[in-house]
């Protein structure tokens, strides 16, 4: 039996066939755009690929849309076809398994299954990326790390795909608090695959941590073939790139990398909604005007609202509507999340918890009832992790409960959140941070120190 480049068996052919599916890994691993287009001409060639099929299925369901629904159950559908007239491997059933599981409302068995096949293929880079992938849309940051960690001895110098398991453990070191470690990784990483945005990435997301802005551009700036070949992922690295700008008070250059980069296409990928909400949120948190720029999220987020795919996609489509004024279709999300909460299913979960408080929380600081928004942003805290997304990602909550509670008065429970964002951020405090405990210190009428 012939195995790819993962060093894992698989039932394909032909030659070219393996060749195709060697470079949709490398595409995958790499957030690169011909991933879709090499998967295609595997199931061109052969259509009886069931793990094709399966994969094409995970991948649609990553992408967090209602409409990817239909086509992951197709893909079900033709993966279970297949099967019925194809052996196939452990490691094969295993990615059925996961799409069966995920179409059930069960990312969680998704990540059991493809756990599973890692139990006795450690060197399989695809799958490790793909639970690495499931837990990060969960947020799970230390289900990541050890799943990580537990495959990184099978993918020694000589493995092809090292660098990018690499740098899926610089994002697991950095999203559970080990910088330094996660900032050698990631750079180390870097050296066997140039190419890895998601490594760079996580090297970013160190600089953020830690208030190192000038350092974190720099980094972006001089690895810049990285990422400028990615996906939409390229803009998430541009984001990155704002961010640090602002972190050094640089609104300017924030605003102008949003609509020279980040929204230069102007899709409605959440991800991509997601950098444009919480980018315009913060520089609005910071005191400037963003001008008509939430009017085309808004419109974008009206025809998301009964999506109900990721708790975190909704929150930045409810981000865009209320900086777009929509108040009814606002409404009419709150009204949805009151109906999915009732469902059953890892998602329904999370819209029970944190979900609904978090939503009122937003819907309450948009109408500028901060008393109101404070308590229901900080209710909805312990659990906002489980939403998905980074913890760059998230802050854009943290600020706004930070705020809120600032403006409603609530001085100690508002620094009592700073703190623990200090914390969180190995005790690096960032313009965001100072500014904020400035504000304490003069609202409390006590001299800056």
Same mark, same amino acid.
């Given at each position: !039996? ?20 060697? *470079? !949709?890994?490398?595409?995958?691993? *790499? ?66 398994? =996961? ?22 293929? +450690? ?20 289900? !990541? ?13 000589? $493995? +092809? ?32 695959? +140039? ?17 190192? +802005? ?8 001089? $690895? ?26 640089? !609104? ?99 819209? *029970? ?94 001299? =800056?120190?």
């Amino acid at each position: !039996m012939k195995t790819d480049i993962c060093h894992a068996p698989v039932t394909l052919e032909y030659d070219a066939s393996i060749d195709s599916w060697n *470079a !949709m890994i490398r595409a995958f691993l *790499a957030h690169k755009p011909a991933t879709p287009v090499h998967l295609g001409e595997v199931l061109e060639a052969e259509p009886g690929f069931a793990m094709g099929h399966a994969a094409r299925g995970l991948f649609s369901l990553m992408m967090g849309r209602a409409e990817m629904w239909q086509v992951a159950e197709d893909a079900r559908a033709a993966a279970h076809a297949a099967r019925a007239q194809n052996a196939m491997t452990r490691r094969e059933e295993g990615w059925l398994d =996961a799409l069966d599981a995920w179409l059930a409302d069960s990312p969680t068995g998704a990540i059991s299954a493809l756990e599973s096949i890692l139990d006795h293929l +450690p060197s399989d880079t695809l799958t490790a990326k793909a639970s690495h992938a499931i837990r990060f849309i969960l947020g799970d940051a230390a289900g !990541m790390r050890a799943s990580v960690e537990r495959v990184l001895p099978a993918h020694t110098c000589d $493995h +092809p795909l090292r660098g990018y398991l690499m740098g899926c453990h610089a994002f697991t070191l950095e999203e559970t608090g080990d910088y330094a470690a996660a900032e050698l990784a990631g750079r180390a990483g870097l050296t066997y695959a +140039p190419d890895d945005a998601w490594g760079l990435h996580a090297v970013a997301h160190v600089h953020d941590m830690r208030a190192e +802005p000038s350092a974190g551009i720099a980094l972006i700036e001089d $690895h810049k073939s990285a990422w400028d070949g990615a996906n939409n992922f390229r803009y998430h690295v541009w984001w990155h790139k704002a961010l640090l700008h602002l972190d050094r008070g640089e !609104m300017d250059i924030a605003l102008d990398l949003y609509d020279s980069q980040i929204r230069a296409d102007k899709t409605d990928d959440y991800r991509d909604i997601a950098n444009a909400t919480s980018l315009l949120m913060r520089l609005e948190l910071e005191g400037r005007d963003v001008g008509n720029r939430w009017d085309e999220l808004g419109q974008l987020a009206e025809a998301r609202i009964d999506d109900g795919c990721l708790v975190f996609a909704d929150l930045h489509y409810q981000l865009a509507l209320a900086g777009a004024g929509k108040g009814e279709p606002a409404q009419a999300m709150a009204t949805r999340f009151a109906r999915d909460a009732k469902q059953t299913g890892d998602m329904a979960e999370r819209v *029970a918890d944190p979900g609904i408080t978090a939503l009122a929380g937003l819907n309450a600081f948009a109408e500028g009832r901060y008393g109101d928004a404070f308590i229901q942003l900080a209710d909805a805290r312990p659990k906002m992790q489980t939403i998905g997304g980074s913890h760059a990602q998230r802050d854009v909550f943290e600020r706004m409960t930070i705020d809120a509670g600032l403006r409603a008065g609530h001085f100690d429970a508002a620094e009592q959140v700073l703190l623990e964002r200090l914390a969180l951020r190995a005790g690096k405090e960032d313009r965001f941070a100072a500014t904020r405990f400035d504000q304490l210190s003069r609202a409390r009428r006590i001299p =800056a120190q």
